[in-house]
């Protein structure tokens, strides 16, 4: 939650007073009203004292109508005789442009007056015109000159603003001590805003010891009386647990405090508190009304989380041009997340004319930002060429900088990169390689623990000992959150782990040859590569040969199981290790049909004839022979050498009670036993074949059955129950070969020769 940073009170440096302000001494008497033509005699015969007080009534309308200008008239009449109070006054009314037109000058002359008599008020006045440089030259050294004087008296305002100079080093050396020093003395005599700013020191540590409870103390004091910030800080420790217990409910009433006098920070986290069900039911329509509020009032955060709700349809009605203009309210304002979203819609036409080249500026503000997601996303983009041309220095530049601020998923793919450079030409890249998966595996990637598993079981001993060495430097530099790192073992090693390259190779040679260059071995001991498509590029698993026992090809019924038969697959081939994304059919088709957006989401709304153009396209580059999996080969892979018995479909599927009404990124449910991610749930896979009916023809591998109008469609999709889920991974279904579903997409098969 947001702890906003000291403020500088100026304002309003007490609660009901104005910005330049003007306050009676004790000679003025405060009977202006009772015998007025008695006062205005005695200010027409010259009497100061009575001047003043005239002029006070007609700022005031007090037995006579207001008039401003009346009032002007009589202030100078007493300023003109040395009146400190009727000098500070004309001086208000100068800067204020009451009566008279605003000239700061002409009130920095009437305040310096007043404030050279010893005047606190008018010392504090002068002070923050020199703070602000209104009427003179911005000096915060001569701010601080008037501001003391006035503190010294006392003065509550000039106290808090006195201390903010020296908590920012303005006119002052920098002294926390003597910032908390003088926002205590105002914070002693009851002033709200001086007490929240000592609650801030003590919360921040700044000049005191960190102390969440005494924190807690001020602030409570500031918020009793109203003070809106103390209130919204009082908020954020009851919802964070700092300094008073954790309590959701306690934290949205002093939310909702804030945000009745109209803080944009309580408005925004109160619709969080009823977005997330956190200290009240949860209520969409409560959420957005927040959001609104503050949005309206210009907050980022707040902007993006009302554009969130119209794109999704969450308490108001869905309305995608709504939620494009709130994100790019955001993003105007530097809003990271809003600035990837408005890239995202540039990229695909969601609401903006789809440009590539607006996509790649909005997310490189993002990136610039140090937004890892932005960072982590550019690499994607340059790795692929996609709305940038291709250029590996540039993805590993962006990925390098996501990987640095502990984005895991950024290290695994730095991880990734370093070993097909090391596996391809320059050997000591495996060094960082296996460094950055040992980090990303630190951070809690799923999949960083088996790569550099794998990475080391192709390591020389002494070559595995500058790994570590190579990983402990990396630990060094960007520590995770938990540091894992295996042993190193007492093995000499050099003094360097980064030495010249020399003729002796870091890798075994062992009889495990890769099939293809940078191909590595997952979890379940298959290979795995990251191929050049030609257009994209796509992980893809090897796929042994095998056996297994399949029921006769559906009828689509989802109900009743055919005998069963035995299947053998007779060569080997790559499987896509996820569904084809988004990212890769824009990459390759330029456009994307999909219902859902995001570039890790599975791509559908796509035909078996839209696959055929996007896999012929493919095999125009000449990058090797793909194709749809037939139905047999399909099931093969996802059996995976196992029976459906075995599966735990919570963990392994999105569908109807988990998916949360919509696709899911690939890959972020657990793997089968071949590594291949999403085989069920998600989106549906059309294969290659036809229907066959209820044809008793037994399937061998890879024979394809192309008679017949209508095309196989095998898996489960997020709409779908957990029973049709379990079913789907031996019953299939069928359609004609153009029709589309928000559920429906594909994966590809490579042939080997």
Known sequence: MRLPVLALLLALPVPGQSTVTSKPTAQ?????TENLAELRAQAEQGDAVAQFNLGDCYRQGQGVPQDRAEAVKWYLKA????????????????????????????????????AEQGFASAQFNLGLCYAKGEGVLQDHAEAVKWYRKAAEQ???????????LYE????????????VNWYRKAAEQGIAGAQSNLANTYFNGQGVTKDYVEGIKWYRKAAEQGFAQAQFNLGNSYFTGQGVPKDYAEALKWYRKAAAQGDAYAQYSLGQGYYNGRGVSRDLT??????????????????????????????VKKDFNEAVRWHMKSAEQGNPQAQVNIGQDYAYGWGLPKSSVEA???FRKSADQGYAEAQHQLFYWYSLGVYVPKDETEAIKWCRKAAEQGHAEAQYDLGGSYELEGFQSNQDALLDAYGWYCLAAA??????????DSLAKNLYPQALVRAKLRAKELFGEFPPNKAQLLPVSNLTAPNSPHVAKTSSPLTKGNSKRPPVPGATENQQGLWEADMDLGQCRMLMVLIPTGSFMMVTPSTGDFVDNKPDHKVTISRRFWMGKYDVTQAQWEAVMGSNPSHFRGADLPVEQVSWDDCQLFISRLNAKGKGSFRLPTEAEWEYACLAGTTDDLFNFSSIAWFEDNSGGDTNPVGTKEPNAFGLYDMVGNVCQWCQDSHQGDNPAIIQGTQEHMSGPLRVIRGSDWRQSLTSTHMAVHEGTYSNPGWRSPGLGFRLLRTIP
């Open 443 to 452: 951070n809690g990637h799923k999949h960083a623990a088996m790569s550099r």
């Open 28 to 32: 003025v008497s405060m009977q202006k």
């Open 286 to 315: 409560q959420a957005a009304k927040w959001y609104q509020k503050a949005a309206d009032q210009g907050n980022p955060d707040a902007q993006l989380a009302l554009g969130d709700c119209y794109a999704k349809g969450n308490g």
């Open 360 to 362: 790649e500026k909005w």
């Open 79 to 114: 300023a003109e005789q040395g009146f400190a109070s009727a000098q500070e006054s004309l001086g208000v009314s100068y800067y204020q442009g009451q009566g008279v037109p605003q000239d700061y000058t002409e009130a920095v002359i009437w305040l310096r007056k007043a």
């Open 154 to 164: 006392g003065f509550a305002s000039a106290q808090i603003n006195l201390g903010f």
């Open 168 to 179: 920012n080093g303005q006119g002052v050396p920098q002294d926390f001590t003597e910032a």
